[in-house]
Structures are given as structure tokens and as C-alpha cells.
């Protein structure tokens, strides 16, 4: 017997086993997506075992690894555990086999983003196997929301009152990059534009001077859940073709994502 908790070894071990699966787990919800090395390192659990770990809550369903990288996430049936990143892990699973349906058609990466605190994070992706990228690690990462087509078509679909609490924060915030694209008409003509075609656009260099990109809102009913962006080299494609030639397919991808998320 272990005369400090009156268990059997075995007992004990599994007492063990439960604990670290739990922490795993609170882990990964605390914060959103991680991978297997650094659950390892920030709970100083040896990395076999965390890979264990995740393969049993992955079994019992409530765990979900990444379509298209090696970042884990919650799933809705762990959404007891705690708010989180259900929400996000819930939109994630949706839009996991629609971007390995639809990247060889597309080529160029795709993005999946949400609204967070004034920004657009990029849940999901297809950065990691796109042959045309040239960016990497993009989960998480932070979009600015004037400057980037994704921010550009959540604000022209979101309703007007969150539009004007996000603008009132980007104003406080007064990000010198920002200024320019805080112009009262520049905006009404940039979010009319959006409404009307269906998409938004960043072709200026005003992100990521290399490339440009279009994003169309992923729309569950009236409301906007994401985005869904397509980024590409700007001296390899012009803003005109890349409309002509992949924006319906585009809007097939975000259509796609709606109605998985609309059977859920």
C-alpha cells in the first residue's frame, strides 16, 4: 500500500495519469490551441506522455488536432470544462475538412479568422502546406483590423453597433499605421464596396507590402462567425485576376464553413 494515499501502486499511477490528463486539458483550454512540445515544457510532463495523453482525449473526444498543423484544440464536448476557446475550436473543426477539400484548388494559403479585442486572429490555416506561402506558424497571430482584408470584410458585415464600439477602440488605441484608413469616407466607401460585392480586398501594401489578399465573411444567418481570406505574392497575381479567378471559389469555401457550423 502507499501509506500517503492509502492506493495501491496501480491505483496511484492512474490517480497520476488523471491528474496530468486534467491539466493537459485545462492547459490547452487556457490557451486555445498549442502543440504537444510546449504542453510538455509548461507542465514539465515528458513529451511521450503528453502524446499519450492527448491520443486518449483525442479518442474520447475531447481533443482536436489541426487539419493542417500540429496545434491541438478543445472541442465543444470539453466546452463544460470552461469558456475558453470553445467557440473558436467549434469554427476550427467546421472549417478543418473544407480547407483540405478546397487548398489544392486554390493553391494560394488560406485563412481562417475571428474577432478578438480588436483584432482578427487567425485560427486556422493553410500556410503550413500551401507551396506558395511564405509565411509560417501563422495560428494565433494577430491581424490588425483596417489594414487587412479579413478585419476589412468582419467590420462590413458585423453589426453597425459592434462596428462602431470596434472603431470607437481603434480610435482610442491610435495606432499611427491606422490613422489613414480612420477617414470617415475612406471607410464608408471601403465597407460600401464590401457589402456590395460580397468581399474585401487589401491591395495597397499597407499589411504586408509582398502580398495582397481578399477575404469573404463566413455568415450563419445574419450573423458574421469569421473570415475567410486568401493571401497571394503581389508581383505573381493581380488584384483583377485574383477576383476573377478564385473569388467564387472563395465564397464556395466560406458557404462551405456556414453550413457545417450551421449543423452543429
Same mark, same amino acid.
Given at each position: 500500500m502507499n501509506e500517503d494515499s492509502?492506493?495501491? =501502486?496501480?491505483?496511484? %499511477?492512474g490517480v497520476r495519469a488523471l491528474r496530468r490528463g486534467l491539466s493537459v486539458l485545462r492547459h490547452i483550454n487556457a490557451c486555445g490551441s498549442t502543440s504537444a512540445a510546449d504542453i510538455a515544457r509548461a507542465l514539465d510532463i515528458p513529451r511521450p506522455t503528453v502524446y499519450r495523453l492527448l491520443q486518449t482525449l483525442e479518442e474520447e473526444g475531447y #481533443?482536436?488536432?489541426?487539419?493542417?498543423?500540429?496545434? #491541438?484544440r478543445v472541442t465543444r464536448l470539453a466546452a463544460s470544462l470552461g469558456e475558453?476557446?470553445?467557440?473558436?475550436? /467549434?469554427?476550427?473543426?467546421?472549417?478543418? =475538412?473544407v480547407f483540405g477539400q478546397y487548398a489544392p484548388r486554390l493553391v494560394w494559403p488560406l485563412d481562417l479568422t475571428t474577432y478578438? %479585442?480588436?483584432?482578427m486572429v487567425i485560427q486556422e490555416t493553410t500556410h503550413t502546406r500551401s507551396p506558395l506561402s511564405i509565411d509560417r506558424g501563422m495560428i494565433g497571430f494577430r491581424l490588425p483590423m483596417l489594414r487587412?482584408?479579413?478585419g476589412r470584410a468582419y467590420l462590413a458585415y458585423c453589426p453597425p453597433a459592434d /462596428?462602431?464600439?470596434i472603431l470607437g477602440h481603434l480610435r482610442s488605441i491610435d495606432d499611427v499605421? %491606422? /490613422? =489613414?484608413?480612420?477617414d470617415a469616407a475612406w471607410l464608408t466607401r471601403c465597407l460600401n464596396e464590401a457589402q456590395e460585392k460580397g468581399f474585401a480586398v487589401r491591395d495597397g501594401g499597407e499589411f504586408r507590402p509582398k502580398t495582397n489578399s481578399i477575404a469573404v465573411p463566413v455568415m450563419v444567418g445574419q450573423r458574421v462567425e469569421a473570415v475567410v481570406s486568401m493571401i497571394w505574392i503581389r508581383s505573381a497575381l493581380t488584384l483583377p485576376e485574383a477576383i476573377r479567378t478564385h473569388e467564387k471559389t472563395l465564397t464556395e469555401v466560406a458557404a462551405a464553413i456556414a453550413g457545417r457550423l450551421g449543423e452543429k
Open positions: 492509502g492506493l495501491t =501502486p496501480e491505483k496511484s %499511477d #481533443v482536436a488536432f489541426s487539419a493542417s498543423s500540429a496545434q #491541438v475558453g476557446y470553445a467557440a473558436q475550436a /467549434r469554427i476550427c473543426q467546421a472549417a478543418g =475538412p478578438e %479585442d480588436a483584432a487587412t482584408s479579413a /462596428r462602431e464600439i499605421q %491606422d /490613422r =489613414p484608413f480612420l
